[in-house]
């Protein structure tokens, strides 16, 4: 079994369970930044802002957050790359700019309305019929757990350790017995 040390109980050691688990959520995240990171590509700027101008008019700052809150958080765009985007469609006739309370407001043209209905349908936050939800509640409570891991493996007693490292390898077996569902 290579150089890993198993416990009585089957599983990692509870030294290794901290590391283990480390380990693990390293490779989660490396997949879950694949696909989905903090920068997107060109087209989705520009898909994500005529998406959002499809539903309402909307000023730059309510672009950035309106996208910041429909992704979770996972894209937060810059105000450098909204505002060229917004100028731009303005450039090519999809979007008008009128300027209310100090702030310009953008809305789509009769020409960006027909676009903006085929980027709503590709938004960024938009999900696949009958996919589900991309990511559920899982990456984040694995990253909670990977932190309990972490301070019961710096600062628990050995009997702690080795509850922890039981409770960590009957999680483990539930979780295969769910993908396991059909």
Known sequence: MGSQQWSRHGGFSPSQAGDAMWDAMEQLRGQFDKRVGTRMGRGDVRAAV??????????????????????????????????????????????????????????????????????????????????????????????????????????GSSDQQERAAEVLNDARRKIYTILAED
């Open 50 to 155: 005529l998406a959002l101008l499809h539903e309402e008019p909307m000023h730059g700052y309510q672009v950035i957050r309106e996208i910041t809150e429909r992704t979770d958080g996972r894209w937060k765009p810059s105000a450098g790359s909204v505002y060229p985007t917004l100028q731009l469609l303005a450039d090519e006739g999809l979007v008008h700019a009128e300027t209310t309370a100090d702030r310009k407001v953008y809305s789509l043209t009769e020409e960006g309305k027909a676009e903006a209905e085929a980027a709503a349908a590709s938004a960024p936050w938009s999900e696949p019929e009958g996919d589900g939800p991309r990511f559920g509640g899982a990456p984040k409570a694995g990253a909670e757990l990977a932190q309990a891991v972490a301070q019961v493996v710096r600062s």
